[in-house]
């Protein structure tokens, strides 16, 4: 059976969402930074057991104040909220990110997710907010491709009601 799931990637500005998506999706990293306009779209198969997933994965621009971030978390079924583990602060807005975030979708699965493995940071601090959460949390590398995979499996089979 196919089952079509919107799961949105959310964070502050150049903490790697759209670079998670790039890999995940066609297996390339460039580190040049574009700001995302809006939201980005697209859409990538998981072969889950007997079911396959088409994760729509909505790529919203990192501003956390935005007007319109309610309206595009509407109808979403997950998310991943990225930090980018060299910049603590951005992992200080994961709760404000995930409050609003679960506002709008109530009945959503979060993972948090710690970006730019490769280069270091402090994993304790994301640890500590998942814990507080009670949300999963994964450690990435966008350039290096390190578990970037296995997340997005992993809010893939929380979405089936698997994890």
């Given amino acids: 059976m196919e089952i079509v799931r919107k799961v949105c990637m959310l964070g502050d500005p150049a903490v790697g969402k759209t670079s998670l998506v790039r890999r995940f999706v066609l297996n390339m990293f460039d580190d040049k930074y574009i700001s995302t306009i809006g939201t980005k779209v697209v859409k990538k198969k998981l072969v889950l057991g007997e079911d396959t997933l088409i994760l729509m994965i909505w790529d919203v621009l990192g501003q956390r104040t935005h007007a319109f971030h309610t309206t595009y978390y509407k109808g979403a079924k997950g998310a ?6 060299t910049r603590p602060q951005t992992i200080e807005h994961l709760r404000s990110w ?7 979708a109530p009945e959503s699965h979060c993972i948090l997710v710690g970006n730019k493995l490769d280069l270091g940071g402090s994993t304790e601090m994301l640890v500590s907010t998942a814990n507080e959460l009670d949300v999963d949390y994964y450690f990435t590398s966008a ?3 390190e578990g970037v995979e296995r997340v997005f499996r992993a809010v893939g089979k929380k979405i089936m009601g698997g994890g």
């Fill in 143 to 145: 350039k290096t491709g």
């Fill in 98 to 104: 995930h409050s609003r975030f679960k506002d709008a």
């Fill in 80 to 85: 991943l909220i990225v930090s980018d583990l």
